[in-house]
T-cell receptor, first 117, second 117 residues
């Protein structure tokens, strides 16, 4: 069974600085998707970034980028130029690329990010 | 447009009440999901509908009854709930394509905060 681990329950960053959130996963599959979701205090889960495992190039969305290391099964999220609005719980998630009823999003336990002014 | 709407935002109910949660999306997605989320925990999958048919029931107690009247609407009927059912209930949707119906990004609604007295 696949697992997702986020080893940092809480992190803090100064406004305008850069922070990296770590995520590791365990799978025997070769084709899958990885996601970072953000859940601010308003509680809506928002997709931050998505990575397909078959792509070697790291995904980037504006100030958000990932460092995807397939061999190491690592998928970290880098937030550049941190803003107060980035304060949220961040969940890393895994999903197999194989369809079917057993295919589910597998979430990590989350990292609570605080942004200091 | 990646909007999923949920009503009501907040719901307080007694253990003998019957209530319903509503989720709606107009993105043409054919897979819809119900999740339950406790504070500071990742979402837990409850149900998945694909093409208006129930595809996954994660052994959820029968006091939760899902319904998918059409491709845009998903309901969760609640009856005889327990205080431990108090949580944030999240709806999500994604595109569906045959047997690979879960192989796509899920977009979440803002959730319904449920309190059972």
């Amino acid at each position: 069974a696949q697992t997702v681990t986020q080893s940092q329950p809480e992190m803090s960053v100064q406004e305008a600085e850069t922070v990296t959130l770590s995520c590791t996963y365990d799978t025997s599959e070769s084709d899958y998707y990885l996601f970072w979701y953000k859940q601010p205090p308003s509680r809506q889960m928002i997709l931050v970034i998505r990575q397909e495992a078959y792509k070697q190039q790291n995904a980037t969305e504006n100030r958000f980028s990932v460092n995807f290391q397939k061999a190491a099964k690592s998928f970290s999220l880098k937030i550049s130029d941190s803003q107060l609005g980035d304060a949220a719980m961040y969940f890393c998630a895994y999903r197999s690329a194989i369809g079917g009823a057993t295919n589910k999003l597998i979430f990590g336990t989350g990292t609570l990010l605080a942004v200091q002014p | 447009d990646t909007e999923v709407t949920q009503t009501p935002k907040h719901l307080v109910m007694g253990m003998t009440n019957k209530k319903s949660l509503k989720c709606e999306q107009h993105m043409g997605h054919r897979a819809m999901y119900w999740y339950k989320q406790k504070a500071k925990k990742p979402p837990e999958l409850m149900f998945v509908y694909s093409y208006e048919k129930l595809s996954i029931n994660e052994s959820v107690p029968s006091r939760f009854s899902p319904e998918c009247p059409n491709s845009s609407l998903l309901n969760l009927h609640l009856h005889a709930l327990q205080p431990e059912d108090s949580a944030l209930y999240l709806c999500a949707s994604s595109r569906a394509a045959g047997q690979h119906f879960l192989v796509d990004t899920q977009y979440f609604g803002p959730g319904t905060r449920l309190t059972v007295l």
